[in-house]
């Protein structure tokens, strides 16, 4: 990448400033360690302000790191500008650019970084000088706070360093899920305020949402559903995220208790103790007596390690209860043969001894661990050295004074003497509001009182109550962190419950010591609330309204207010209403193949009401009336899935394979042609075969027949009947080309085109599986490339439907439960290129798609058993794809197993054909 990097500003609108506010104002957060200006201030010339890279030797990553960070400040200091903003005194002199030099070329990132600054602010432009880019990052929020409002800035030098290197916040995921958006924002606001690792506590007894490659069952079963999970490439890009804006993310697996049930649920048989009754803490820990249960360990933690980079893990090892292993036979007599007789305490340590060699062999990296916690019985000559403990109480449990964090102090003297890092949690619980404030009258934020300034209490200092008398090391306790369990947060509440109470955790391990001064720090605080208002962040007010001697000032209240939005329940598309022609399928039938082609809509084979394959074909024609017309297919055959295995390109309805009334699989393509209002000669595909799915590109004259069931002489050596085979036709050569292959032979699976140079086919199911039948993968092949790619779906299931429009395919419901035949209500998009989850307004399988201008539209189907539904079948899930928003209409007769067709003619139709009791409806929605 050539240097220097100088990317120029785009544009925004100068705010007018507040009653009482002064441009003059330095309000800085966290506060620098050392800030010096003058009283001279300089007009920055927003429109022409470059953000310059002096340095020329950094790594790519470092420079890539720099010039996200260029373009994100950019956004926050001259946000939507597109005139020169006024400036209330044009006579000042100018700061037309910032010029950043980075000593330090490495982009890695851990708890010995440097983030270091020193940012200079004078005539002509500002200079910006770190040891690496993690403290220019720093040193760019500072520019960002020094800047006005008005687009003036004063004279200045900071010097700038944290107190601490460990700067944390934690979130928890299990016990509420907090989408990846979510957590983005949350980086950000870390980011703003400084703060460089995320404790993410992501699994514990509620809900397992990490998805493991190598135990995909654990999400599958253990998480709330399909969509409260985190992918490895969810994962893969929050830990970028962070690295781009300085933070670690630090994960936590709890163990061996905080794992019933969830971790049982899509775990290996055995892994959690079985107890006569739940333990009295609910955390049921996981079977340490069992050499099975450290092999699993060592492979999940294998997995973990392979998307979570970094130098530490936390094992987390707190609140193991005793009691379960006590009442289990099977326990104890594995303790009394080897030599532990009844000794808890030993069981105790043998697990963490085995779980802290996995930790450090396995995964390569030091364990941090809760204290008090399963460490603390451990010798602790038997503790590895790069151990950080967390501490959240005393060590042991013993009697503490009635000052707050007196525990604290003799767990973290206790820690350190024993040569051990040391981060406080103590104190520090966010989901905790009923704190007393300092006059002891009030508790939380009543009568005003900001919960958030506890913080400023000496007890609550990482340092407090640490004796050197006793051998307490201070330079060993590395930090503080601020927790927010998830008992009660979600995406509704989670961000105004942490910000701005952590900022003040986060100024008391960036800022110094002395920084304790809530007088000074209140208006700083206010304002830095409301950079993060105008950030985006739904950060929480400090106080209400006050007046102060001189008057009401403005720390009720902010400039700009979040831009909160809400958009009632979206009524059907404008229009969509059940009057399209009367039509019906004679003889009446499900498992109908389905398309449309110019004005005619063609349904063709399926088995009729008294189970009789047939080879009706019905042809309406929408520009006659819908005028219908009788014909025949090559051979009576029945289509699973109709929707699937028929489609439309170039003039013609490609009619594919299907099940002959005998059960043996058909090697047919039926073609109609529109010009000649018939079919043609069929063609053959390479193999016969039913449950398969069907897609074409347009631009391209491409149809693409891919997977489905094999009749038995074409059962793979594996003795699996499903097909890994794509026959490729090609209408205008009028030839087969060259076979493709699937990642998986499967059947029961969906497909469908995007745009003009993509066919996706997802899902399916694969037979032999021994329960793993259910298929996740998306096999993507790319035209004009001529590449095949992978991808999967949030939730393994067949008989889906699919459809695409704009950028858009989607995935919608299916089959997920082979006893059941349960319905599920993923859907599945891949839009622009990026996957994401959304769920149908029912749960179903067996329904069916259509496409119609921007709108995807989903209807009938099947509920299942467990999620049995008597709206299921009439349901007609609608999808705006531009806005991603859904809305729904019902038909009058419910149906499963029916076939979807889309027409421009008349206006717009989309049809519902065959399916459910009847077998001859057709239900016409006209747009």
């Known amino acids: 990448m050539a240097v220097p990097l100088v990317l120029f500003t785009i544009t925004a609108t100068a705010l007018p400033p507040a009653p009482g506010y002064s441009p003059e104002d330095v309000l800085i957060w966290p506060k620098p360690q050392q800030h010096s200006y003058t009283t001279t201030r300089y007009r920055v010339l927003a429109n022409s302000f470059s953000f310059t890279l002096l340095s020329t030797k950094l790594e790519e990553k470092s420079e890539a790191i720099l010039a996200s960070g260029f373009e994100r400040y950019r956004a926050i200091c001259f946000p939507g500008l597109s005139v020169e903003p006024p400036n209330g005194d044009s006579a000042l002199e100018t700061v037309s650019g910032l010029f950043v030099t980075v000593v330090n070329a490495s982009a890695s990132l851990s708890l010995e970084t440097s983030e270091k600054y020193t940012l200079t602010v004078s005539a002509g432009n500002a200079t910006l000088t770190a040891d690496t880019v993690f403290g220019a990052l720093r040193g760019l929020e500072t520019f960002s706070q020094l800047l006005q409002p008005d687009f003036t800035i004063r004279e200045s030098t900071v010097n700038d360093w944290p107190r601490f290197p460990f700067r944390a916040t934690m979130i928890d995921t299990s016990r509420h899920y907090l989408p990846v958006s979510l957590i983005q924002a949350h980086i950000d606001t870390m980011a703003y305020n400084k703060m460089n690792v995320l404790h993410w506590h992501i699994t514990d007894s509620p809900s397992f949402p990490f998805v493991s490659t190598a135990f995909p069952d654990l999400s599958e079963k253990g998480a709330f559903s399909a969509t409260h999970v985190y992918s490895p490439e969810n994962v893969a890009g929050l830990v970028d995220y962070g690295l781009t804006r300085g933070v670690i993310i630090l994960p936590e697996f709890d163990s061996p208790g905080h794992t019933f049930p969830s971790w049982g649920l899509g ?65 104890m007599a594995w303790m009394a043969s080897h030599g532990m007789g009844s000794n808890l305490t030993m069981l105790n340590n043998y697990y963490a001894q085995r779980l802290l060699t996995i930790v450090s062999s396995t995964m390569n990296r030091s364990a941090m661990l809760w204290r008090p916690g399963m460490a603390d019985l451990l010798d602790q000559a038997l503790i590895p050295q790069g151990t950080v403990f967390d501490v959240y109480g005393p060590y042991p449990k013993e009697q503490g004074t009635s000052v707050p964090g007196s525990d604290y102090g003799k767990a973290a003297t206790r820690t350190t003497a024993a040569g051990h890092r040391v981060v406080r949690s103590a104190g520090m619980y966010l989901d905790q509001l009923c704190d007393p404030d300092p006059d002891g009258r009030h508790k939380g934020t009543y009568w005003g009182f900001f919960q958030g300034w506890i913080y400023y209490n000496s007890s609550h200092d990482p340092l407090f109550g640490l ?15 601020a927790n927010m369990w998830g008992e009660h947060v979600d995406a509704a509440n989670f961000m105004p419950r942490v910000w701005p109470r952590a900022s003040v955790i986060a100024e008391r391990v960036w800022s110094a010591v002395n920084v304790t001064n809530v007088t000074e720090a209140e208006p700083r605080l206010h304002e830095f609330r409301c950079r993060l208002v105008r950030r985006g962040i739904a950060a929480a007010p400090i106080g209400s309204f006050n007046f102060g001697e001189d008057g009401p000032y403005h720390k ?23 009057d399209g022609p009367t039509m019906s399928l004679i003889p009446p039938r499900r498992e109908v193949a389905a398309a449309a082609v110019g004005s005619v809509l063609l349904f063709a084979g399926g088995m009729s009401t008294t189970g ?20 025949t297919l090559a051979a009576p055959r029945a289509f699973d899935g109709g929707q699937n295995v028929a489609v439309a390109c170039r003039g013609k309805v490609f009619v594919a394979g299907g099940a002959y009334a005998n059960g043996s699989k058909s090697d047919l393509v039926d073609v109609f042609d529109l010009a000649t209002r018939k079919f043609e000669e069929p063609l053959t595909l390479s193999a016969g075969r039913s449950f398969l799915a069907v897609a074409a590109l347009e631009k391209e004259g491409l149809v693409f027949f891919g997977g489905g069931e094999l009749a038995e002489d074409e059962k793979h050596p594996e003795n699996s009947a499903d097909a890994d085979v794509v026959d490729i036709w090609s209408v205008d050569k009028h030839a087969w080309l060259p076979t493709a292959k699937l990642t998986v032979g499967r059947k029961k699976l969906s497909a469908t085109s995007l745009g003009d140079e993509l066919v996706l086919f997802a899902g399916g199911f694969r037979s032999n599986m021994e329960g793993q039948g259910y298929r996740r993968e998306v096999d993507i092949f790319n035209v004009t490339s001529g590449i095949w790619s992978s991808a999967v779906l949030a939730q393994g299931r067949m008989r889906l439907a699919s459809a695409a429009s704009g950028n858009c395919a989607v995935f919608a419901g299916g089959e997920v439960n082979t006893t059941n035949n349960d319905g599920s209500g993923i859907v599945d998009l891949y839009c622009d290129g990026q996957w994401s989850v959304t769920e149908l307004s029912i749960r179903r399988y067996e329904l069916a798609s259509a496409a119609l201008g921007k709108y995807l539209y989903f209807g009938g189907g099947n509920g299942g058993v467990r999620n049995f539904n008597p709206l299921a079948g009439s349901r007609v899930d609608v999808l705006d794809t531009t806005t991603l928003e859904w809305s729904h209409i019902d038909l009058p007769t419910p149906r499963d197993r029916l076939g979807a067709v889309s027409t421009l003619e008349n206006g717009g139709l989309v049809c519902f054909s065959g399916g459910g009791v009847d077998g001859a409806l057709i239900d016409c929605l006209h747009t």
Do not use: M
């Open 267 to 331: 775990g290996p048989p055995d892994l959690l103790t079985a107890c006569p009754s739940p333990s009295t803490d609910n955390t049921g820990p996981l079977r340490v007596d069992r050499d099975e249960t450290y092999a699993f360990l060592q492979t999940l933690l294998d997995d973990v390690a392979t998307v979570f980079p970094g130098e530490l893990f936390h094992a987390g090892g707190d609140e193991v209860s005793f009691e379960c292993w006590k009442s289990n036979k099977d326990v």
């Open 467 to 481: 004796d050197p008398t006793l051998g307490a090391r201070p330079e060993l306790v590395i930090g503080a962190k």
């Open 556 to 578: 009720c209240y902010c400039r700009t207010e979040l831009n909160f939005q809400y958009a009632p329940p979206a009524p059907p598309p404008p229009g969509l209403v059940l």
């Open 612 to 631: 009789e394959v047939t080879d009706a074909v019905d042809l309406f024609d929408l520009a006659r009336g819908g005028e219908r017309t009788s014909l």
